[in-house]
């Protein structure tokens, strides 16, 4: 039986346990004098028939499902004779699409070698029987689950405190989830970053000045090893950043420094969701707006003048995504102004200095360490930005501080080495697991230190 | 002491200095918002400019013989006949009617480029459903090619070029007098996935694309988080266990957004062995993306139910875990479903993990089920954007134009939630 129609199945079974043991719950409080003689509600005794029921077969449920597939490829493959037993990963999944298109049906038996063919009727057996196996399985511990529910209740049972624990312990594991993910990153880059460190040596990565990871089809055509000196991503990513903060912080905070300071309740209230919207705009939009409309207008502002630009420039990518920030730099800003006690500002203002000179020589000292964690916060989100720089940043890996020239960074290049590609095995894909561990680590790094700077920030004036 | 040195004086004498320096900060700041916004005024400006054209279609409206000696065609209801009859040739004859003067070979090869490269096939399949229809006269509506239609609609834009000949214009000019080749609202837009050709493509297999990974990030995002923010608001105890998780929660939020991509590619389609370019898998991507939006909003909405809710329940004997179901969640249900709704909107705009785990195929059928390989609203445009072919621009701007009103109904449906349903304590 598909997954598709098991798992309505076992919910149905579910809302049939938790429908049978209400119905039991209250027949055995009837002979007693009615449920208030029980320990707990019906509907506990009803939940947790539910719970017991559908709770382990969705986990056995979502194990084989995992599994499955990896553990028949393994069957698959250990049943072909040794002559046939692939050498290379690339080996390995070009005679496993073989395979499971001869069991698809899609490839004649006919035109592969007979062992394939056996193979693919093997694989397509191994897939039935899982199938009706899994079907099985989930079903009789959704069965067993109900039956033992059923049988435990009784007045002096307390359903009620099992129900509750059960939930706590789900909820712990939904909270759970998110050191789950980071788990998950950290181990799905790291593994194919150490495997890219033993092709590549670690040192020629970090350090090196060239860029060239497209590895040719045979071994010996021209630059067949490809370079993997990540310094010209590392350049043109800062370069993009640096242009990017250039324009939001300035804009950001003085717009903050406005808003909070001089605005008029009815102008803050128009202007405030105004910039929140530059927020709302999904980056595939700015990136559009930045290759198609700013670089265009870059390289002829740039002709004009004399000057040579690229028409992938820096400055068009940086632009644009300056203007991304200016909401992230206000908002961060103006959460710092407001926080910065108001007896602070009424001392100046009584010592008789301008709103200005308030601003400049009182607040902001104070707002400070809070605004430079916000810049942090905004430089993280620079530098780890995909779509704009996909967009509108090229990818020729160039060693520059030339704004007009075009530059390529890391997002970029991850993003290029890996859509469309299929294996694990070369050095052209696992360079971009490194690229994004090393993305991962420093933007996780600037967002630590960020968070700390802006709470020590907090407690000082809480 | 003089009046010079007076500090009274002092001051007075620097007063317009300082009032100076005053509006010139006043003015920085009013110079920097009007920056932000008219950069957002000018971002929406560009994009509709640029594509409203495409929503607009060009048509070509013939009446069309069914002659069977042209298509050399005697019985419709053969397929083998149908399928080496030339379709092309009654609509060059239409054509021609229309424009005595276009008779030579050259002339019909470059009339049979006028019309869309679908034209053909829909006179067969008309002829395919009624084949007694062979042998009359049908008024057809075609699509324009999408060289006459980039004509229509920008012979005066430099931005585009204009690849058709000096002949071909002349007849569309021509045609377009006559009322032959018009402009329509352009439905195809929204009634079919991609196509190889401007005029073909659509943005509903992306749309759906883009629900049924919407539908699997909401259906894993929402009760995750919010069964993990009572979690840590209710049951966790202070302990490094919960300052960890929390932590974690902090920096996922700050992630950038192509890593959660990675984590898809290795995890779900490398160690689980999931199919590549489905919706399922871009929803569990986005759905851990999400996440921590909406623990972090959930959190807020919990912590804004006052104590007394709390004190009340459990003083007439409720548990804990009935204080939280019955009492807390209920209440602080709208901002939950706010930071959900605004945490789906971030959702439905993200493209960078999506291309990583292979969402960027052109597929042109409208995916029925979510294992069915499909492509994402943005990512449609990203592949538009960066296409070479000049007609998708405009496709592109279009795109965008329906995914920010998406967006933006999106969010106004949130701050509406947050209006109507949120009570003030």
Redesign the interface.
Known sequence: MQTGNLLPLVLALAVLAYGLAYMRSRAVAAPLGGIRHLKSLPFYYAARASLWCGLPALIVLALWV??E??VI?GLVVSSLPSDLMPESEGQASLILSQISNVAAGKLDPQFVPPEIAQAGSLLENLRNQSQTFKAVLVLLVAVLGAAFAWSRVAPNINA?ESV?TT??R???V??????L??V??V???I??TIRFFGMVSFWDFVFGTSWSPQTALRADQVGADGSFGMIPLFTGTLLISAIALLVAV??????A???SE?ASKRIRAT?KP??E??A??????????A???VAPFIRDLAEAIGLEASSQSALAAGLVMG?MI??FV?SLSDDVINAVPQNLRDGSLAM?A????T??NVIFPAALPGIMGGIL?AA??A?????IV??AAGLAANLTANPLESVTTV?VQ??TL???DQE?DSAKTLA??AL?MM??VV??LL??LA?KIVRKYREQYD | MTDQTSPAEL?RRSLKR??R??RR??A??????V???S??LV?FA??IS?GYTGFIKTTITLDVTLDPEVMYLEDPTDPDELSMADFTAPIVRALQEELPDAQDKTAERELARMVGTYAPNRIRDLLKDSPELLGTTQTMTFLAHDRVSVYVKHADNDMYSIRLSEQQIEWVDQLREQGIIDTAFNDVLFSTGDSREPTNAGILGAIVGSLLTLVVTLVIAF???V??A???EE??PRNRLTD??EV?????A???????G??G???FI?L??MPRSVPLVGGLVLA?MT??TI?ISSRAAIKSVPPSIREAAEGIGA???QVVLHHVVPLAMPGMMTGSIIGM?QA?????PL??I?M?AFIVDVPEGFLDSATAL??Q??LW??SAEQGF?EL??AG?MV??TF??TM?ALAIWLRKRLERRW
């Open positions: 995992a599994f597939g990896k490829q009620r509750e939930l706590r789900i909820f712990f939904c909270a759970a989830v998110a050191v993910t980071t998950g990153i181990f799905s880059v593994f194919e300035p804009v950001g905070l003085l717009s420094i406005y808003l001089y202007v105004a910039l919207l530059l709302g705009v999904p980056t595939v939009v700015y990136g559009f707006f290759a198609l409309t203007i200016i909401p206000s008789g301008t709103q200005s000179e601003m400049k916060l993280s989100r530098i780890g930005e995909t779509m996909v967009m997002t991850i993003v890996l859509v469309g694990f971009a697991f994004g993305l991962f933007t996780l967002n630590v968070l | 001051v300082r009032y320096k005053e900060f006043r920085y700041g009013i110079l920097a918002i920056i932000a916004l950069a957002l971002l560009d994009i640029k009760p995750v988080g069964a993990a009572v979690y840590l049951f966790a960890f998780i974690n929660i902090n920096n996922l700050a992630v950038p957004s192509i890593i959660f990675l984590l590619l290795a995890v490398g689980f062995g851990l996440l921590p623990i548990s804990k875990m909107a439905l705009g993200e493209t960078a291309l990583l292979g960027v943005p990512v445009i990203y954007a960066s621009i592109a701007s965008i995914l920010l967006l933006f969010n």
